[in-house]
């Protein structure tokens, strides 16, 4: 079988695979890749760039049903959640194709001597980027737009089992008008990308996955001496310590935690509740979590299966582990197939293993704290330090905290906020970069000092 494949997880039922590309097409790729940079890329304005990446957008919503369904079969999670990610990643190509004049062009710099200075900003070369499977059009759509609008040539792997959503995004470009070259998908081993990598022609990569996939493509970037951007994992705190409604920070909370059937990165995985509002949120939290429907993809659910077999598996291995330790499972636990029925777990302790874990799925942990001190405490507790969520009816309160916590995100009184403007991404293991907003157009553009004598 291939690497490469269609496997619906909530049947186990393989739609299509795809051979894995030859040397002879990686090398093509990376000529192609390049040429279009030497040539196209420089040939042409940012402004005429961002004309056909808007085209790019707006495919994205004139095939919105297609794309949706494709990626339901690739990894599973719910309709109406497919649905919304082909419109945000539609709203994140825009916003590069609209404000184009912003990351690109000269800047001038204020000089103590006579004469002038800029900073011209302009593109690098071909880049890899290596994409995960749990958001196939979203995560695309961060990286490759604003480079393309720079000027900078893509190389696309996607997840092994993501074939068919990373084929649709290349055709969106090539029928935007993008000569061959500009974005070209590859169906690569990892072997195949180290090679990507090494090539000189090639001057960057791009990671969003796990910290074990992060680290070992930070190891080649570093000894072919290439920049490289990190997005790995999170596993997000989600404190409590005042509110005026508990009703609707739970709801909150459980939105947050279930989207995309558990399997977001920065989603708030550890609940951390002061101790005169634990027990009723406990017991909220529990009530909206149980009540969460699993099914289909395609059929009017809360939450999907995991994206595969193994990675319900590794999600229920660790609830067990974390029983087995002490932890009290106060609701779910229970796997049928790729499917994990929402799971609540209290008593964690530093000792136990689940401790210091991501858990990629519909789990959580609840923490009982006695102040705000113990509770930045405990936020900062963990290896990761992507985002995190504060909810405080006191707003210099929330100010400390969100000065105090070691992420690169902080939401004060509200989940799902993400916006194409605003820059993601995170500090500690979670990675070294950003992506989204402005931010994210720095990443791989070379800043170009020009001085100008009087």
């Known amino acids: 079988m291939s690497s490469y494949a269609v496997t619906n997880p909530s049947t186990g039922e393989v739609h299509a695979e795809y051979p894995v590309a030859t040397d002879a097409e990686i090398a093509a790729a990376i000529a192609a890749a390049d040429s279009a940079h030497r040539t196209w890329a420089r040939q042409t304005t940012p402004e005429e760039r961002a004309a056909m990446v808007r085209k790019v957008a707006e495919l994205h919503r004139e095939r919105m049903d297609d794309l949706a369904a494709i990626i339901v079969r690739e990894m599973g999670k719910p309709l109406s959640h497919a649905t919304g990610e082909v419109e945000f990643a539609a709203d994140i190509t825009e916003f590069y194709a609209d404000n184009w ?3 690109t062009g000269a800047t001038p710099l204020e000089i103590l001597g006579a004469g002038s200075a800029v900073i011209q900003r302009s ?3 071909p880049l890899l980027g290596i994409m995960p499977w ?5 995560q695309v759509a961060r990286f490759a737009a604003p480079n393309v609008v720079l000027g900078n040539t893509i190389i696309l792997k996607h997840a092994p089992q993501c074939p068919e959503s990373s084929a649709a995004i290349a055709q969106m470009y090539a029928d935007a008008g993008f000569p061959e070259g500009v974005y070209v998908n590859v169906y690569a081993s990892n072997d195949q990308a ?5 090539d000189p022609r090639v001057q960057g990569v791009s990671v969003t996955g796990s910290e074990r996939a992060g680290s070992a493509v930070a190891a080649l970037a570093g000894a072919n001496l290439k920049k490289v951007a990190l997005e790995l994992g999170g596993s997000d705190p989600f404190i409590v310590l005042s509110t005026e409604d508990l009703g609707s920070v739970v709801d909150q909370a459980v939105e947050a935690r279930l989207d995309n059937s558990g399997q977001s990165c920065n989603a708030p995985k550890r609940f951390i509740v002061l101790e005169d509002l634990y027990d009723e949120f406990v017991e909220k939290f529990t009530t909206a979590m149980s009540d969460a429907t699993m099914g289909d993809g395609f059929d009017d659910c809360t939450i999907g299966p995991l994206s595969s077999l193994l990675a319900a598996e590794r999600l229920e291995e660790q609830v067990n582990n974390a029983v087995a330790q002490g932890a009290t499972l106060a609701l779910g636990g229970t796997r049928e197939g790729a499917f994990y029925a929402p799971t609540v777990l209290t008593d964690v302790t530093p000792e136990m293993d ?3 874990q991501e858990l990629f799925g519909p789990a959580s942990t609840i923490y009982k704290v006695t102040s705000e001190q113990e509770a930045v405490d405990l ?4 290896d990761y330090g992507l985002g995190s969520y504060v909810y405080t009816t006191d707003p210099e309160q929330a100010s400390r905290i969100a000065e105090s916590i070691d992420a690169g995100m902080v939401y004060i009184n509200c989940v799902l906020a993400d916006s194409p403007e605003l820059p993601f991404g995170g500090v500690k293991r979670s990675g070294t970069s950003r992506e989204m907003g402005l931010l994210a157009a720095d990443e791989f553009v070379n ?8």
């Open 101 to 103: 004049d912003k990351f």
């Open 123 to 125: 593109s690098i070369g």
């Open 134 to 138: 749990n958001f196939p059009y979203y």
């Open 194 to 198: 180290a090679t990507i990598i090494a």
């Open 354 to 356: 689940v401790y210091r």
């Open 379 to 382: 936020a900062n507790a963990t």
């Open 447 to 454: 800043k170009k000092l020009i001085r100008t004598a009087a």
